[in-house]
Nanobody, 122 residues
Framework: QVQLVEGGGGLVQAGGSLRLSCAASGRTLNSYTMGWFRQAPGKEREFVARIFKSAGSTYYADSVRGRFTISRDNALNTVYLQMNSLKPEDTAVYYC???????????????WGQGTQVTVSA
């Protein structure tokens, strides 16, 4: 069992930056692909980024590619999402999740954090 806790959300102006963190307990993260997802009000939860177990491979949604960077520190059991050039449409609750598969399929992520709110003002 993996417990995930996100942090780092907040209110930022358009064009600004935030770094989200996801700390794990219960098991080490190096056995899992880690993903970031987000859910805006009235919308379905969507994939944002994922990083493979060894941190050698990453993949991003088209909407964030070039602005967001996912990384992980397996020694600290923590995953990060650096978000730059933020836009109002990035406003959402951001969730980290763990999977044994390298996928952006939400259904294949059994472990989820509670989410952290990111609000980007125009």
């Amino acid at each position: 069992q993996v417990q995930l806790v996100e942090g780092g959300g907040g209110l930022v102006q358009a064009g600004g930056s935030l770094r989200l963190s996801c700390a794990a307990s219960g098991r080490t993260l190096n056995s899992y692909t880690m993903g970031w997802f987000r859910q805006a009000p009235g919308k379905e939860r969507e994939f944002v980024a994922r990083i493979f177990k060894s941190a050698g491979s990453t993949y991003y949604a088209d909407s964030v590619r070039g602005r967001f960077t996912i990384s992980r520190d397996n020694a600290l059991n923590t995953v990060y999402l650096q978000m730059n050039s933020l836009k109002p449409e990035d406003t959402a609750v951001y969730y980290c999740a763990a999977s044994q598969f390298y996928t952006d399929d939400i259904g294949r992520y059994p472990y989820w954090g509670q989410g952290t709110q990111v609000t980007v003002s125009a």
